[in-house]
């Protein structure tokens, strides 16, 4: 009876829920493709992901689970995709049969919670910002501080500092720059998706970072742009490599990101932070993707290198609303050219695609 | 039992029903032969109940493997050492065993009280239409999942904890090493706290059924020649109940040492060993939590792998005390009896 019943059912929706997906009938069943791995890139390829299946009704689906995750599902080639932030040394690669490739570049950028001072008020530097986190510094009062701010009224408070407890690209790009303008950061914490924080408290992720910060007068701690902006949280203005105080922002990441270099899909680029630019951000990185440098089924290849170069072109409007910067024209080229050289399905070359990828079916 | 003011815990207990080996229990013995039925229920009972053996067995036998590297590499050392840095690899337990301990016995510091609170006043003093709206209370607490209280913890208790409680601490007690460092909402006490209000209805629900058994005849005595309800609570409902009382605080306990979420978000993660309460520390369960997905050498895994370990046989240490403690005063209390 209820099997009857729900058989009716089931006829009388059907053609229903085809037309609400768009499927026209008997065309081939749509991909669902599957990667993961860095958090701070997450807000933009989930975004990518919808809106691509809404053009396209391919799948991707994106799970946030942490570089160090994502490398490892890829090493094992579990995913179809990889995502970190932490770019993977020629020998990995070569081991793993994986290549690598910047997807989107963003900045992380050091907030506070101090009584009376705005977003982009106060200044640091990089040895000042790599003495903070050292604990050396542990007052706002200190000298070198109120020095380098004299018009601001800075309160007569304990610094705090927050920082990521789960290992986190955010962090791999911190710890690199404070490696870079501090030695004694190299030599005593050093660089990694976590690290040993000589001080301060931890918390899980960009939004347990800006809560604690949020909460607790005095702290300072750091934050991909994207979740600064979101909860409103005042940045700090960090003076760069040529003396300058950028605004953290679109701006002074795509200045950072001018004079990027890539050294192909088989290298570890290198890094973006502390840039020589005029405008340029200091604590600015790419988000790389690896993926399988032998596929095993054309199609999946296929459908995937269409879907990167989608987001390369037509989605390179969702990165600028998320305050990301894109891939530089001609680095998207060399990307593009390096996928027609390395990616094989069977001994045969997928990139370019036989026929164009599938467009909207309106 | 010694004291002759304890009599009506004697009493009580002599209305107990008989335990120990001399119990006359169920009929021992076989099913009978060739009742097929019997024997496959006997069969697949076992089976089930040879499963849980099994599983624990192999929980073990894989995390030791696992944390093999860990203690081959670092010693015995690992479980004192007091560095965890994920750049060096070079890794130590103790401030992750200190967090997990401190938190828990905390947290049962803060519970046992209220929860045996509210389970006297449930089954003792609460008017009848009472009784049932509060226990229910009472039960779905233990319903809400961690995450919420984690985030309930970090958004709206840890402000409050920042902004009243501890200023008031520091005011009043400040010159203890328990309460120094800034007021940031963050940290061991805050973590104790959620973990006590976590494990409030666990012992509650327990005491509660366990105080239920207390024979009406023992109370009413004891009513009869005189005593008032805190004189009935203290001789004569606690000790009859005592075996049960112990067996919810180890079971609260359990659960305390080994909840992940809500810790993690107000405990501050740091790996660090301090004796003040308001300062961020870790536990074993909030370190894997955070770490596991980024570990990428093998050394870190395997110490992360150790660190469960440790969480294991503590665990289990702390079951093996708690059978212990309960064995021996189930044997006084039978002892006393006879």
Known sequence: MIVRRMRELARWMAPLVLLGMGVPLGAQAHLMLHGGGATFPFPLYAKWS????????????????????????????????????????????????????????????????????????????????????????????????????????????????????????????????????????????????????????????????????????????????????????????????????????????????????????????????????????????????????????????????????????????????????????????????????????????????????????? | MQQPAEGAAETAARQAPPQGPAAPGRPQGRPRRGNLPDVLFRATTLFFAGLVLLLILAIGTVLFAQAHLAFSHFGLKFLWTKQWDPVRDSFGALPSIFGTLVSSFLAILIAVPVSLGIAIFLTEMAPPWLQKPVGLAVEMLAAVPSIIYGMWGLFSFAPIVARHMEPWLKHHLGFLPLFQGPPMGIGMMTASIILAVMIIPFITSITRDVFALVPAMAKESAYGLGATTWEVVRNVVIPYTRTGIVGAIFLGLGRALGETMAVTFVIGNAHDISLSLLSPSNTISSTLANEFTEATSHLYVSSLIALGLILFLITTIILSVAKLLLWRIERQVVGSVR
């Open chain 1, 50 to 362: 919808y809106e691509y299946a809404r053009f396209t009704g391919e799948r991707f689906n994106y799970q946030s689970i942490g570089s160090g995750a994502g490398i490892e599902q890829m090493r094992h080639h579990i995913f179809d995709f990889g995502a970190s932030e932490a770019p993977l040394d020629a020998e990995a690669l070569s081991r793993s049969g994986l290549i690598q490739f910047p997807m989107v570049i963003g900045g992380v950028v050091p907030v506070v919670n101090l009584p009376g001072i705005a977003p982009a008020e106060l200044k640091l530097t990089g040895p000042l910002l790599a003495d903070i986190f050292l604990g050396r510094i542990t007052s706002w009062r200190d000298p070198r501080i109120m020095a380098l701010n004299p018009h601001l009224r800075l309160p007569p408070l304990e610094i705090s500092v927050v920082t990521r407890a789960d290992g986190s690209g955010s962090t791999w790009l911190i710890t690199r720059y404070l490696g870079e303008v501090s030695a004694d950061w190299r030599l005593k914490v050093g660089n990694g998706p976590s690290v040993r924080w000589p001080v301060g408290m931890a918390s899980k992720g960009n939004e347990g970072v800006s809560s604690y910060v949020k909460q607790t007068t005095g702290s300072i701690g750091y934050v991909e742009f994207t979740y600064a902006r979101q909860n409103g949280l005042a940045t700090v203005l960090l003076q760069n490599r040529a003396g300058g105080f950028p605004l953290p922002g679109r701006a002074s990441f795509l200045a950072a990101a001018a004079k990027a270099e890539w050294q192909g899909p088989e290298r570890s680029p290198k890094g973006l932070t502390d840039q020589a630019g005029e405008g340029a951000w200091p604590i600015v990185g790419a988000s790389f993707i690896l993926i399988a440098r032998d596929q095993p089924d054309a199609r999946r290849a296929a459908a995937l290198l269409s879907y990167f170069d989608w987001c390369f072109h037509d989605g390179k409007r969702f990165v600028d609303e998320l305050d990301y910067v894109p891939i530089p024209e001609p680095i998207v080229h060399q990307i593009e050219a390096a996928w027609a050289a390395h990616i094989r399905v069977g001994g045969r070359p997928v990139w370019p695609l036989a026929q164009p990828p599938a467009k909207s079916n309106g």
